[in-house]
């Protein structure tokens, strides 16, 4: 079985095409934010395998590592953004007292708004406006709150280069601007788009000055339901649902995702799960995906590996879970099937080595094709084979 290395990072993660991204300045400032020393060296190093274009067999790997989100654990996508959706809305008007009109509408329902679940969005705070850029920062689409805006709206709005002014300080910090390209992020955008909308018609359609506060206020429902301890307590409505109808929100793995774990380990290969889900949720979608067995998938299990700052933070040991209880406790070594959290690449590394008999074993790590950051701090920072979800589906 081949596969197209992703041999640095994805940036056209649909087609593993590397190419454009590697003349692009926002590498040098993903290198920056992951703490590399010279960007330069990453650019040659990126354009010398770009140019091989390597096709690799599985075969030449001898450790596979796999995140669960959107990777091993598949969303029924329709189902989880109406969910978040729905969770978002009921917050604001219960919490914040916006008017009902805000529940409304469910986004796979509505045409309307089912353009706007797509990855890569950026939002004008002070206009209020959701952007499809270029990587040259280029507007290619808008709209304001769900209403698109025509070409020569754009142009009055942003100048007849179409340019965000936005855009450098985007590229100065990764952190103060981000690009939405996460499953769970892309609802927090459709949400302030209807609390435009809706800010909109209270103000007779007139704009504001600045939607900066209406943003802050949509964002609030998104930290409360994806706050990792509320799944133990049962609070808020995200987590609760997805414990009791986790069939109707994620996938079981096919019988060959299955059967192809297994085989990778019957062939002498090591296997990890290393995800930044909390454990019980974690453990929760294992038992969905791959059945209550799930342990015997994987030499080794990792939760709260806190991706990316997994590969580079080397000062975070390694946990374990004291019985059934919520508190954890620093570990010495690491052991074969054993149920870990946090931890660094560096510490994980000289395992892998003790259990491969190799100084430099290869390994590769799939991710999903949402989780960018990850992709670039694992194949830049740990020399990891950053692969991209395609793989499993």
């Not at 008017?99 to 045409?111: F, H, I, M, Q, V």
């Not at 040259?136 to 709206?153: F, K, V």
């Not at 927090?188 to 600045?210: E, M, T």
């Not at 209406?214 to 706050?227: K, N, V």
Request: hydrophobic letters at 35%; a neutral charge; proline letters at 3%.
């Amino acid at each position: 079985m081949q596969y197209r290395l992703l041999c640095r990072l994805c940036h056209r993660t649909q087609r593993c095409d590397i190419k454009g991204f590697v003349k692009s300045k926002r590498l040098c400032k993903l290198a920056k934010y992951l703490g590399m020393s010279s960007s330069s060296n990453v650019k040659e190093e990126l354009q010398e395998e770009c140019a091989k274009e390597k096709m690799v067999s599985l075969s030449a790997f001898d450790v596979f590592g796999f995140d669960l989100d959107h990777t091993l654990c598949k969303y029924n996508l329709a189902s989880v953004f109406d969910l978040t959706f729905k969770t978002g809305s009921q917050y604001l008007v219960e919490k914040l007292h916006y008017p009902r009109e805000l529940l409304t509408s469910a986004p796979s329902s509505d045409p309307h708004l089912r353009d706007f679940y797509f990855k890569g969005l950026q939002i004008d705070l002070k206009l209020g406006n959701c952007l499809k850029l270029c990587e040259h920062g280029h507007i290619l689409r808008a709209s304001h709150g769900t209403r698109a805006l025509s070409n020569d709206e754009i142009t009055e709005i942003y100048g007849v280069k179409r340019l965000w002014s936005g855009m450098k300080q985007f590229e100065k910090s990764l952190t103060e601007h981000g690009v939405y390209m996460d499953y769970f992020q892309i609802p927090l955008v459709v949400l302030f788009a209807r609390l435009v909308d809706v800010v909109d018609k209270q103000n007779d359609g007139q704009v504001s000055s600045d939607y900066g506060r209406f943003y802050d206020e949509a964002a609030e429902p998104f930290r409360q339901m994806y706050y990792p301890p509320h799944f133990a307590e049962r609070t808020g409505h995200f987590f609760p649902e997805i414990a009791d109808r986790t069939d109707a929100y994620t996938h079981a793995a096919s019988d060959e995702l299955k059967e192809w774990l297994l085989t990778l380990r019957r062939h002498g290969k090591r296997v990890f799960l290393l995800t930044s889900s909390f454990t019980d949720y974690g453990q929760t979608l294992l038992r969905r995906v791959l059945g209550a067995d799930w342990e015997k998938y994987f030499d080794i299990s990792i939760f709260r590996a806190r991706k990316p700052l997994f590969f580079t933070d080397t000062l975070q040991p390694f946990t374990e879970l004291v019985g059934d209880s919520a508190e954890d406790k620093p570990v010495e070594k690491l052991e074969d099937n054993g149920i870990y959290l946090h931890g660094n690449w560096v510490l994980f590394k000289s395992f892998l080595q003790k259990q491969t008999g190799k100084d430099n074993p290869k390994v590769a790590k799939l991710f999903s094709c949402r989780d960018v950051l990850s992709v670039v701090a694992a194949a830049v920072c740990s020399k990891c084979a950053a692969c991209v979800q395609s793989l499993l589906t």
